[in-house]
Each structure stands twice: as structure tokens, then as C-alpha cells.
């Protein structure tokens, strides 16, 4: 089965850096693109980045284009995302998720990142 | 602000049938491209429960649907059930963004 486990979330001053892993495993890694998405506390989902299945291809939301950048090692099953320039405002519970046609088909538990001083 | 628009509330007792709307636009969901729903419960991670506009995963019960026509699209839930208390929403691709966009959400309440 499907199982995607993301890591490397904690507690960042501003202006820091910080990189998430996503570790996958069940199915072909390296025949599907993925995404992040995040959630701020009480708040919606937002669309975050994703990559496409050879590493090369990427696109990002506007709010992180510049500061994060997605990546992915298929000879070990990981996607990341490092993220610079942290605010304030990307606080929130990071989610890696698989991508079939489009739709996000299998996400993991996530993972938190607290941006504060 | 979303560019996908849900109502922020709906609700109904067990049994009824409730209807999520999620409005978009030209560049969007009237562009053609596929509208698809989640399903959030409390403190978990979202589910998806419809892709390609009206298509269910294996396990999702018949109970939701999901339907599209023009800028818009709808989740439909029959036969309410305690257990559909959560938050729902709506995803397609933006081509004037060049990104994937979400709706803002809509938590569903059985009374």
C-alpha cells in the first residue's frame, strides 16, 4: 500500500532555513509527480509545489516561488522541499502528496513547522 | 482569498442530502480542467473522494457524487451519516496562475 511519511518540521526563527523529507514507499516512486501542500492552524488547504515525476519539471505558488525550492531523489524513494526565507506567515502543517491526472491521491500525516522568534 | 469560492458551512440531519458548491472561473474550472474533492476529518490528513469531476476512489461510498457544468462544480452527499462531519474541499489547476488552487473549504455538520 501506498505510504507516504514526512519529516523534518520543528520550530524556525524568521529568516531561517529549514528542509522537509518525504520518505514513500508501496508503488513506483519515480513514475509519479508530488506535491507539498500546507495548512495554517485553523486555516484552508494551500497549494504549495510540485515536481514531476524525473526531478526536472517544477512549479510553485506564488507566495514561496523564490524561497523554496522542491526536489526529489528517486534512488531513494524522497521528495523535499527546502524552504529559506522563512516567515511567519508559513506556519503550518506540511503535507507531501501523490499526484494521479492531477488529483493528490494518497498524502501523508504531515508535518509542523513553527516560524517564530 | 481562494480563487476556488465553497460556502464556509453547510449542514443537514442524518439522512438528507447536502450540496457543497465550488465556483471558479475562466481560467480554472471553466477552462476545462478536472475538479477534484477532499475530505478532511479532525486532525487528520485529507482524503481525496472525488477525481476527475464525478469519479470515486475504490472504498468511497456511492454516497458522494461529484458533478461540473461551466465555471462550477458540486459535491453531493446523500443519506447524511455522523461520520461525513468534516471539512471539504474542492482542487482543479489555474492556468492564468500556473498552479494548483484549492476552494476555501466548507465544514460539513450533522445535526
Known amino acids: 500500500q501506498v505510504h507516504l511519511v514526512e519529516s523534518g518540521g520543528g520550530v524556525v526563527q524568521p529568516g531561517r532555513s529549514l528542509r522537509l523529507s518525504c520518505a514513500a514507499s508501496?508503488?513506483?516512486?519515480?513514475?509519479?509527480?508530488m506535491h507539498w501542500v500546507r495548512q495554517a492552524p485553523g486555516k484552508g488547504l494551500e497549494w504549495v509545489a510540485v515536481?514531476?515525476?524525473?526531478?526536472?519539471?517544477?512549479d510553485y505558488a506564488r507566495s514561496v516561488k523564490g524561497r523554496f525550492i522542491i526536489s526529489r531523489d528517486n534512488s531513494k524513494n524522497t521528495l523535499y522541499l527546502q524552504m529559506n526565507s522563512l516567515r511567519a506567515e508559513d506556519t503550518g502543517v506540511y503535507y507531501c502528496?501523490?499526484?494521479?491526472?492531477?488529483?493528490?491521491?494518497?498524502w501523508g500525516q504531515g508535518t509542523l513547522v513553527t516560524v517564530s522568534s | 482569498q481562494s480563487v476556488l469560492t465553497q460556502p464556509p458551512s453547510v449542514s443537514g440531519a442524518p439522512g438528507q442530502r447536502v450540496i457543497i458548491a465550488c465556483t471558479g472561473s475562466?481560467?480554472?474550472?471553466?477552462?476545462?480542467?478536472?475538479v477534484h474533492w477532499y475530505q478532511q476529518l479532525p486532525g487528520t490528513a485529507p482524503k481525496l473522494l472525488i477525481y476527475?469531476?464525478?469519479n470515486r476512489p475504490s472504498g468511497v461510498p456511492d454516497r458522494f457524487s461529484g458533478s461540473k457544468s461551466g465555471t462550477s462544480a458540486s459535491l453531493a452527499i446523500t443519506g447524511l451519516q455522523a461520520e461525513d462531519e468534516a471539512d471539504y474541499y474542492c482542487?482543479?489547476?489555474?492556468?492564468?496562475?500556473?498552479?494548483?488552487?484549492f476552494g476555501s473549504g466548507t465544514k460539513v455538520t450533522v445535526l
Open positions: 502528496a501523490r499526484d494521479k491526472e492531477q488529483a493528490l491521491d494518497f
Open positions: 475562466s481560467s480554472n474550472i471553466g477552462a476545462g480542467y478536472d
Open positions: 515536481i514531476w515525476y524525473d526531478g526536472i519539471n517544477k
Open positions: 508501496g508503488f513506483n516512486f519515480g513514475t509519479f509527480g
Open positions: 482542487q482543479s489547476y489555474d492556468s492564468g496562475l500556473s498552479a494548483y488552487v
Open positions: 476527475g469531476d464525478v
